[in-house]
């Protein structure tokens, strides 16, 4: 059984590239994106997922988390 880890407790450093994923659907500044940062050593990962549109509001993942939600990091390849 694995350990759980509070990743809602881990402080997020500054520095920390996100990468946008677009939805295609306005292709302007009205476009809807979503953002994606690794956080760098943390067991298991860390991955905050946020929004363009709504700043300050984020879900976080583990590695495993990311993978089984079906999010491919690859997909995110636009530094904000």
């Known amino acids: 059984m694995s350990k759980h880890i509070d990743l809602y ?3 997020v450093p500054g520095g ?3 990468y946008r994923a677009c939805g295609g659907n306005q292709q ?3 476009e809807t994106c ?3 940062r690794e956080v760098p050593g943390v067991v298991g990962g860390l ?3 946020g929004d363009t549109k709504r700043p ?3 879900l976080r993942f583990s590695t495993a988390e990311l ?3 079906g999010i491919d990091p690859a997909r995110f390849d636009t530094a904000v």
Do not use: D, K, P
């Open 47 to 49: 991955w905050v997922m």
């Open 34 to 36: 979503a953002t994606l």
């Open 28 to 30: 302007s500044e009205h």
């Open 67 to 69: 993978a089984a939600a």
């Open 56 to 58: 300050g509001v984020e």
């Open 9 to 11: 407790g881990i402080e």
């Open 16 to 18: 920390v590239t996100a």
